[in-house]
């Protein structure tokens, strides 16, 4: 990949820049509980993106994308927003950078990925968090690193319209070789977790299904959590987010809010404490209590949350009768992975099954990928 970015730069630009990288993620327990204030546990993954960039002295950017073989030119004002939704993600970065007042001009850039598009990997957040790692290097902003990761979500926010919380551009900034971070997203504190559980392999099986308007479903659920908020703190002026709520508060608003809302704060609620309990289990090498945990997740998320979709519940229904560990829709959901949690000697059996039952009933093979456990944004040279 990095050979035919430097090839694709070399012919576009008849120069040479500097090659950075950021990772998508996995998420081992905790989904839709960072825009409540909750904790997640991702890590970064041996897949990502990869950019070549060099300022050009110009105002202007001229992008080359290797995978939808597309190009756009645009400059750095509010007004020069491109249309190719992809640029967008260079766009907003680069205007995110400069509402904070960083002093960036324009550059040439290509750049490839082997992030899964629609996987719930974030191959999003690992585009934002590479250009703003490497605008931030190449125009020595000393931007900080948790900066950067909010400049990727304000991207996302402000010039992509998805309300996300910051676990993707989190994990994709500050991932580390070997370890999980569990993360408080109301306060960003955060703690490295050496993962690696002897006897047992983490695998994600992608549906290969993308479902429309997930992203207005997404910032639907939003919008539900919030409402929830805001019932409970007539009484309970302290609860900042729904992590902060106990079913007790849930209930005493019952009435107030709608049934749906109801359902969608239930299960942030249990999910909020599913990863403190998730936590409790790796210090102790539990990974019967980590994997139960895992299916409890995919639960709520189908049915409280109602984020997963037919052939998501049918790879968790296939998981839990091959015994797997742990198995659940991993990332946004509306379509993606579920990520497995498979002891070694069920591995070989599990896939095989999975394979063959997905593709009489779907028409089609799911894919595989192993995860492996990886650094964060970088510069590779
Ligand atoms: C997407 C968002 C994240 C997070 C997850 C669900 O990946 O970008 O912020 O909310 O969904 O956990």
Redesign the pocket.
């Known amino acids: 990949m990095q050979q035919k970015i430097r090839t694709k730069f070399k012919e576009s630009f008849n120069t040479e820049g500097s090659l950075y990288t950021s990772p998508g993620r996995i998420?081992l327990i905790g989904?839709?509980?960072?825009?409540n204030g909750g904790f997640?546990f991702p890590g970064a993954v041996d897949k990502g993106m990869i950019a070549e960039i060099k300022p050009n002295g110009t105002g202007k950017v001229r992008a080359f994308s290797i995978d939808l073989n597309d190009y756009a030119e645009f400059g750095l004002t509010e007004e020069d927003a491109p249309s190719a939704s992809w640029a967008r993600y260079i766009f907003g970065v680069c205007r995110e950078i400069i509402k904070r007042g960083g002093d960036i001009q324009g550059f040439d850039t290509v750049f490839a990925g082997d992030v899964p598009l629609g996987a719930?990997m974030?191959s999003s957040?690992a585009l934002e968090s590479t250009y703003a790692f490497a605008l931030n290097d190449l125009f020595s902003l000393n931007i900080d690193k948790f900066e950067l990761a909010k400049i990727g979500q304000a991207t996302e926010h402000n010039y992509c319209g998805?309300n996300?919380?910051?676990?993707?551009q989190f994990a994709s900034v500050f991932g580390k070789a070997g370890s999980l971070i569990r993360l408080d997203c109301r306060s960003l504190e955060y703690k490295y977790y050496p993962f690696n559980p002897v006897g047992y392999k983490l695998v994600l099986l992608d549906s290969v299904v993308k479902h429309e308007l997930a992203s207005s479903a997404?910032n639907k659920r939003r919008k539900s959590c919030e409402n929830v908020v805001a019932a409970i703190r007539r009484n309970h002026p302290e609860v900042e987010f729904l992590r902060d709520a106990t079913m007790e508060m849930l209930n005493e608003v019952k009435a107030d809010v709608s049934a749906e809302d109801y359902m969608r704060a239930e299960y942030v609620i249990e999910e909020v404490q599913r990863v403190l309990d998730v936590c409790a289990a790796l210090e102790a090498g539990d990974y019967e209590t980590v994997g139960e945990k895992m299916y409890g997740t995919h639960h709520g998320m189908s049915k409280l949350y109602e984020v997963s979709c037919e052939e998501l519940d049918f790879l968790n229904d296939i998981a839990k009768e091959c015994g797997v560990t742990g198995s659940r829709v991993m990332?946004?959901g509306f379509g993606g992975c579920t990520i497995n949690l498979v002891k070694d000697e069920l591995y070989d059996g599990f896939v095989k099954k999975a394979f063959a039952a997905y593709k009489e009933r779907f028409g089609r093979e799911p894919k595989l990928y192993n995860v492996v456990i990886s650094d964060g944004a970088r510069k590779l040279c």
Do not use: K, L
């Open positions: 998420n989904e839709h509980t960072d825009y997640v719930g974030s957040a998805v996300c919380g910051i676990m993707d997404y990332g946004g």
